[in-house]
């Protein structure tokens, strides 16, 4: 689907609202969940969750999930989940993001299933933490970062 049909929905929906229709079908997610076989599966107010089936198209030159994936699953649910806390016309950029990656991930490893939690909500900066938890219910990579809240522009 066109993500535009998204991003002019964007402007008149508050942050839940719109994770809310994202998960349902109702708009569509955003391009990168499908180069990373992402889907957003459960949203709350200040949290959002994720599946994720890492595949061997996911995999480093040693065999292994690259962990750019674990990354932007990570960075992906900590930037929804402060969107669940927004207000209709605001949006967010990451500032920064720290991660921890504990255990290797390969595709046997999945369904991953990352959960994100806005832990402070801001009107200038949100902090968020989240991790990621692979098929046994192990914590594979947690990560902490915080990002900048802002006014999108009128088109």
């Known amino acids: 689907r066109d993500p535009a049909e998204a991003l002019a929905a964007l402007p008149d929906l508050d942050g839940i609202e719109f994770m ?3 998960a349902a079908g109702e708009l569509p997610a955003a391009p990168i969940a ?13 949290t959002v969750t994720f599946r994720c089936q890492p595949g061997a198209s996911h995999y480093n ?3 292994m999930v690259h962990g ?6 990570l960075d992906s649910a900590l930037g929804c989940a402060a969107h669940t806390t927004l207000p209709a016309g605001t949006g967010y950029t990451s500032i920064e993001i720290k ?9 046997d490893s999945g369904p991953l299933i990352c959960t994100g939690r806005a832990t402070k909500p801001g009107r200038r900066v949100t902090f968020a933490e989240g991790e990621v938890l692979d098929n046994q219910g192990k914590v ?3 990560a902490s970062g915080s990002l900048l809240i802002f006014p999108l522009e009128k088109s």
Request: aromatic fraction near 6%; hydrophobic fraction near 50%; glycine fraction near 10%.
């Open 140 to 142: 594979v990579a947690t």
């Open 99 to 107: 991660v921890n990656y504990l255990r290797a991930v390969t595709a």
């Open 61 to 63: 030159p040693i065999g």
């Open 34 to 46: 499908s180069h990373f076989a992402m889907d957003l599966i459960e949203v709350g107010p200040g």
């Open 20 to 22: 809310q229709k994202i």
């Open 68 to 73: 750019g994936l674990v990354c932007t699953l």
